[in-house]
């Protein structure tokens, strides 16, 4: 199965597709967010097993909060409405960290936890190790 939903985002404008990289199940990917100032960034999208990567420079006129660092998997709409959600089994967010402008740095268990829920079911079971962030289907 090869999954071509690797997106990048910039709130409040829509999610953009990656372009020329492709992920597999099971392949190991590392992703990089550099915030160069408030307004501009890279993100980098390395696919691990196969040696693509892919970078996007970011920039907006909206300022980032600097207060934010998530590690998500997630559910999307597509014409309005939610997508049904598939089986993704588990899923393990590794060396999963934020870095301050001094600096620090912070780890997932500081963070809150959001399962993904539709129509009253809960479909994650989402928890976070010291540096790691684990979401598993249920």
């Not at 660092?69 to 588990?90: H, M, T």
């Not at 809960?122 to 962030?133: H, L, P």
Request: overall charge negative; aromatic content about 14%.
């Amino acid at each position: 199965m090869t999954l071509r939903l690797a997106w990048y985002e910039w709130y409040p404008a829509y999610a953009y597709n990656f372009n020329g990289i492709s992920i597999n199940a099971g392949d190991s990917i590392q992703l990089t967010v550099n915030a160069y100032t408030t307004t501009t960034g890279l993100a980098t999208i390395d696919n691990l097993t196969t040696g693509q990567s892919v970078s996007q420079h970011l920039s907006s006129s909206f300022a980032l909060c600097e207060q934010d660092a998530e590690w998500i998997v997630e559910d999307y709409e597509e014409g309005g409405s939610l997508v049904p959600i598939c089986d993704f089994g588990n899923i393990q967010f590794t060396d999963a960290y934020a870095t301050t402008a001094n600096g620090t740095r912070i780890y997932p268990p500081n963070g809150i936890i959001v399962e993904i829920e539709q129509n009253g079911k809960v479909y994650t079971s989402v928890s976070a190790g010291s540096e790691s962030v684990y979401i598993s289907y249920q």
